[in-house]
């Protein structure tokens, strides 16, 4: 599906759960591009703010939603924060949507979620937009980098490792994990990467070299499930005294990037960019 350019007003913004939603939100206001939002998740924030252009529904309502979008004459759909479709068999759908839909479990993609939402989308004439296109004065770049003296070692370590790390990520098995100096010693599950990195916070031994690592994984798609880094993972990462966050070039995108570069720079965590 290609990602068209935009023109003023012409973004439906579907909202999922996470403060990220309102920022987003509030990026495509100020840039004249949003017009309609559409919540299927509770956002006080948004609700009282953007009240003219908010429409709420249940996502197993999906035709509901489709509907609604093609009859305010829009087609560039864009999709952040955490969405969970439920069963198949929980969604309502009509005969010809559930043709479709049997057409990707076929194929296969049933443990992927986000494919079929956007082959979904497609079939419909909605075109889903790239998150990493639309956000991209969010993303990590090497312009991000800083890199305190203390941690010189590991930061030499660390970008021998890339490739090493790349392969792990290649393998779709997590977003994130954490390094003791050369060592794996957690991977994000279904849980999530806060989850994890209290997780290691809380045990008894002590890590003194403390590496956060984040990327996207290979069969994440750009225009639902890119990854973001925000401000309440940065507080435990300094909670927990690690010492080094590693990202990946136009890899991540990051919640309120300007206030997270200077949080780093005030703990003297050294943000490398590989």
């Given at each position: 599906m290609k990602n068209l350019a935009t023109s003023k007003n012409d973004i439906c913004l579907i909202a999922g759960s996470g403060l990220f939603v309102y920022e987003v939100a509030n990026y495509l206001n100020?840039?004249?591009?949003?017009?309609?939002?559409?919540?299927?998740?509770?956002?006080?924030?948004?609700?009282?703010?953007?009240?003219?252009?908010?429409?709420s529904f249940k996502i197993k309502d999906i035709e509901k939603i489709t509907t609604f979008i093609k009859s305010k004459k829009l087609k560039k759909?864009?999709?952040?924060?955490?969405?969970?479709?439920?069963?198949?068999?929980?969604?309502?759908?009509?005969?010809?949507?559930?043709?479709?839909?049997s057409k990707d479990i076929f194929l296969?993609?049933?443990?992927?979620?986000?494919?079929?939402?956007?082959?979904?989308l497609s079939n419909n004439k909605l075109t889903l937009l790239s998150q990493k296109k639309i956000l991209k004065k969010m993303l990590v770049s090497y312009h991000d980098e800083y890199l305190?003296?203390?941690?010189?070692?590991i930061i030499s370590k660390l970008k021998i490792k890339k490739n090493f790390l790349k392969k792990i990520f290649s393998m779709n098995?997590?977003?994130?994990?954490?390094?003791?100096?050369d060592r794996v010693i957690a991977m994000e599950d279904i849980f999530g990467t806060n989850d994890m990195i209290n997780k290691i916070g809380n045990l008894k031994s002590k890590f003194n070299n403390l590496i956060f690592v984040k990327s996207k994984k290979s069969n994440q798609i750009d225009e639902i499930d890119f990854p973001i880094i925000?401000?309440?993972?940065?507080?435990?990462?300094?909670?927990?005294?690690?010492?080094?966050?590693?990202?990946?070039?136009?890899?991540?995108?990051?919640?309120?990037?300007?206030?997270?570069?200077?949080k780093i720079r005030a703990h003297n965590i050294s943000l490398i960019i590989l």
């Open positions: 100020n840039k004249n591009l949003l017009n309609q939002i559409i919540l299927i998740n509770e956002n006080n924030l948004i609700k009282k703010k953007f009240k003219d252009k908010c429409k759909i864009m999709i952040i924060g955490y969405v969970e479709l439920p069963s198949i068999d929980k969604i309502n759908l009509s005969i010809k949507s559930k043709l479709l839909i296969n993609n049933i443990n992927d979620q986000s494919k079929i939402l956007k082959s979904y305190h003296n203390e941690n010189k070692k098995i997590a977003q994130s994990l954490i390094l003791n100096g925000g401000m309440e993972t940065l507080k435990l990462l300094i909670k927990y005294k690690f010492r080094v966050i590693c990202l990946f070039n136009n890899n991540i995108l990051i919640s309120e990037k300007d206030n997270f570069l200077k």
